[in-house]
Nanobody, 124 residues
Framework: QVQLVESGGGLVQAGGSLRLSCVAS????????MGWFRQAPGKQRDMVAA???????NYLDSVKGRFIISRDNAKNTVYLQMNSLKNEDTAVYYC??????????????????WGQGTQVTVSS
């Protein structure tokens, strides 16, 4: 059974940093794109960052220069370093992985496996 387990969320003041981790089990994703999405109450789930198996990355415009996605294939883990956090970054953050081999996609529908989500709250 494939599982993605996120950790690292919490409450942080504006301007602060958090590092999210997502550990995958049940299969290896070294050849698959992985991503981080977020969803605020009443809003759609948006891609925050995605990374291909080869390390190419893509970011939501509003987080460029502040967030960094990375992966450690040996640990089957993907990370999201979040710096200079803003109130509008408050959301539930989800880790996702594609089952197909290939590059990243920006649409949530392209991802087949999802974590349970971790809450990130940024206070002013």
């Amino acid at each position: 059974q494939v599982q993605l387990v996120e950790s690292g969320g919490g409450l942080v003041q504006a301007g602060g940093s958090l590092r999210l981790s997502c550990v995958a089990s049940g299969r290896t994703f070294s050849r698959n794109a992985m991503g981080w999405f977020r969803q605020a109450p009443g809003k759609q789930r948006d891609m925050v960052a995605a990374i291909s198996s080869g390390g190419r990355t893509n970011y939501l415009d509003s987080v460029k220069g502040r967030f960094i996605i990375s992966r450690d294939n040996a640990k089957n883990t993907v990370y999201l370093q979040m710096n200079s956090l803003k109130n509008e970054d408050t959301a539930v953050y989800y880790c996702a992985a594609r089952s197909r081999v290939g590059s990243y996609q920006t649409s949530a529908s392209a991802y087949d496996y999802w974590g349970q989500g971790t809450q990130v709250t940024v206070s002013s």
